[in-house]
């Protein structure tokens, strides 16, 4: 965890840098529909057809096509920051329909999202779009029944293992009416229409063999997902500070990492480990991040760069030691320093 004191650069230093790829490109978005959403609809046939030969070729598929579908998360992702296409209307519009595909609720995961862009790092604002996190001071003050829920819920087999299955077919099927009207609204468009694809999925092809297909699927590309959007923003050094001291270009340097990923994982990953630059500005659409990064000598500095295997340094890091500056295992509770 990140002191507060430190300097940070002025955004109106970074924006030059950040400015010439905030321009969003139809042909490149156009582009990457196509190349994401046609081969995950292909590796359906696929899926479909290798069932009257053996599951083990249709397991194989659905790895490939959770790779895909983590990749049009992105895309959707992007259409709630209204970067990837030009027009506000068209991202709408387009993300509204990815959003079935991922099962996700645009707008209303979209507002959280924004609420997590606007908060990230703030301790005194967390708990919507975000991995929820204690102090060590709110841990130890929950009785033991919620100190269990805490470490249940922070637990790896849990988070990674039951959370899509939570996250994807129970929570956001659920509309959250203090994030607006408008987005209670859309949720409601939104299980219309995937209940719609899952009878008509049901029906024609049979409940058996869209289960088997789409529920793996969706569980991997969650724990996927999932486990991206943690590490982004859970590991060794990274920045909380206090609403008077919170500072937004450290909760974007300081509170995202970089995750560096080999090629073919930044590829279906949508660019997204360019995390740092996702923050200072989400205008930036995915195609760009990347550019962004090369082209910006001060974007490589001062910023967490984790390798695909260091990544896993950060499971157990489940508490914020404010007093020592830094996120702690349970285990480190019985040291002196941080149980007085």
């Known amino acids: 965890m990140e002191k507060t004191q430190e300097q940070y650069p002025d955004m109106k230093i970074l924006k030059p840098y950040l400015a010439p790829y905030t321009r969003a490109s139809t042909k490149k978005a156009i582009f990457q529909i196509v190349n994401s959403v046609?081969?995950?609809?292909?590796?359906?046939?696929?899926?479909?057809?290798?069932?009257?030969?053996?599951y083990w070729i249709t397991s194989g598929l659905v790895i490939i096509a959770a790779l895909f579908l983590v990749r049009i998360f992105i895309l959707f992702h992007d259409c709630g920051h209204n970067s990837?296409?030009?027009?506000?209307?068209?991202?709408?519009?387009?993300?509204?329909?990815?959003?079935v595909l991922v099962f996700t609720p645009s707008e209303q995961w979209w507002r959280s999202h924004a609420i997590h862009h606007a908060s990230s790092g703030n301790l005194d604002k967390r708990g919507v779009g975000d991995v929820m996190t204690l102090t060590v001071d709110e841990y130890l003050?929950?009785?033991?029944i919620e100190k269990l829920g805490y470490r249940l819920f922070r637990h790896p087999l849990v988070m990674f293992l039951l959370g899509p299955i939570y996250m994807f077919l129970i929570s956001h099927r659920i509309p959250h009416p203090k994030l607006g009207k408008k987005e209670t609204q859309f949720q409601?468009?939104?299980?219309?229409?995937?209940?719609?694809?899952?009878?008509?999925?049901?029906?024609?092809?049979?409940?058996?063999?869209?289960?088997?297909?789409?529920?793996?699927?969706?569980?991997?590309?969650?724990?996927?997902g999932i486990w991206l959007f943690f590490l982004q923003h859970q590991?060794?050094?990274?920045y909380w500070a206090s609403s008077p001291?919170?500072?937004?270009?450290?909760?974007?340097?300081?509170?995202?990492?970089?995750y560096e990923l080999p090629k073919w994982m930044q590829w279906f990953s949508g660019n997204i480990g360019f995390h740092h630059i996702h923050h200072l500005?989400?205008?930036?659409?995915?195609?760009?991040?990347?550019?962004?990064?090369?082209?910006?000598?001060v974007f490589k500095n001062n910023v967490k760069k984790i390798s695909f295997w260091e990544g896993f340094n950060s499971i157990g890091l489940d508490l914020i030691d404010i007093q020592n500056n830094r996120l702690i295992r349970f285990k480190d509770l019985k040291k002196p320093s941080i149980a007085n």
């Open 281 to 297: 500005s989400p205008k930036v659409p995915n195609y760009y991040l990347e550019t962004c990064y090369e082209n910006g000598e």
């Open 141 to 144: 003050s929950k009785s033991r």
């Open 245 to 258: 001291d919170w500072n937004y270009v450290a909760s974007a340097l300081k509170g995202a990492s970089y």
């Open 235 to 238: 590991f060794e050094g990274v």
């Open 188 to 224: 409601i468009y939104h299980n219309l229409v995937l209940l719609a694809v899952i009878l008509f999925m049901g029906l024609v092809l049979g409940w058996k063999e869209y289960l088997i297909i789409q529920l793996p699927v969706i569980w991997l590309a969650g724990l996927m």
């Open 84 to 99: 990837l296409f030009p027009s506000k209307k068209t991202n709408q519009i387009v993300g509204f329909f990815l959003g």
């Open 38 to 54: 046609i081969p995950y609809l292909a590796l359906w046939g696929l899926m479909i057809w290798s069932l009257q030969y053996s």
